[in-house]
């Protein structure tokens, strides 16, 4: 088994930002926010977040928030419920959420919480203020998105998607109502998810994905499954695709490396342990230090 090609995921994560005509630069701008939460975070698990200039991400960040209370994925681009839990845990990352008006940015997320719960939850919650909202509705809603196979769907019958669960299955965490979930029955589902190469995928008869790596596995950590996979296989996967010439992790052996599947391999990593790594809170998507900063300290 290879080793995680630490310095070369750091150059390559710094030089994304740094790129700013290349083609992946281009069709990222409207994300940008997700991919500075990404690539941030991938940053502070691997030691390095020491290597960024905090003034800068942070001025910049706050020429994306909008009059609404929101932020947007660039500067001059709307704002949107995604793009705010994202500037949210970069700042939680620096220790700067008092450079925001609480109030005034939790009054975005709450009013779209029907259409995206997870997103809501989490950064309400980041922001200790879960009491704006009716966290047994919406408990209510998330359990009624609940399959016969133990998994979930985004709505009420749809299917079941790793990456949904992640969503359902972390913000009832967030709300402790994880004692509502079939743990085995979900478990037997998440676990089906490993194929012959070690890789996980989002649902059956799809490839592997690194990405799942952070879906699946984050689900199976909250749930207390994770012995049922074999760690051992996923995490070769992961570092089968990394590219150790140029940094960086792709979807898939040989793929083209993306700062999306860096972070999420990064963050598997980190789930499973891996030497060398910060540990990653599976519930909030952020270093376990950073979530007992905010919750356990004044």
């Known amino acids: 088994m290879g080793e995680l090609a630490t310095e070369k995921h750091v150059q390559y994560i710094l030089s994304v930002e740094k790129r700013k005509d290349s083609f992946e630069s281009v069709v990222m701008e409207h994300l940008r926010m997700n991919g500075a939460y990404w690539g941030l975070t991938a940053l502070y698990l691997l030691g390095k977040l020491d290597t960024v200039d905090v003034d800068e991400v942070v001025s910049w960040l706050m020429s994306c928030l909008h009059e609404s209370g929101g932020f947007g994925g660039n500067v001059g681009h709307d704002p949107h419920i995604l793009y705010t839990l994202s500037a949210v845990q970069v700042l939680a990352l620096f220790d700067k959420l008092d450079v925001i008006d609480v109030d005034k940015v939790t009054n975005y997320p709450f009013r779209v919480l029907s259409m995206f719960s997870y997103i809501a939850i989490c950064c309400l919650s980041i922001l200790h203020r879960l009491d704006k909202i009716d966290v047994e509705k919406a408990v209510k ?3 009624s998105c609940k399959n016969m196979d133990g998994g979930f769907g985004c709505t009420p019958g749809g299917e079941s998607h790793a990456g949904q669960i992640f969503c359902c299955v972390g913000a ?6 994880l004692d509502l979930v079939d743990k085995d029955l ?5 676990c089906e998810r490993q194929v012959k190469s070690g890789g ?5 008869e799809k490839l592997p994905d690194v990405c799942y790596s952070w879906w699946v596995l984050s689900s199976l950590t909250m749930i207390d499954r994770v012995h049922w996979i074999s760690k051992e296989k996923l995490i070769k996967f992961i570092l089968d695709c990394q590219d150790t010439e140029n940094g960086g992790i792709s979807d898939r052996p040989d793929d083209a490396v993306d700062v999306f599947h860096t972070f999420f391999g990064v963050a598997g990593l980190s789930l499973l342990e891996y030497p060398g790594l910060k540990p990653i809170d599976p519930a909030y998507a952020l270093p376990v230090d950073v979530i007992n900063r905010i919750f356990f300290t004044k």
């Open 200 to 204: 996980l995928n989002g649902r059956p």
């Open 172 to 177: 009832l965490a967030i709300t402790g109502s």
């Open 141 to 143: 809603y998330i359990l």
């Open 186 to 190: 979900l478990g037997w589902w998440l």
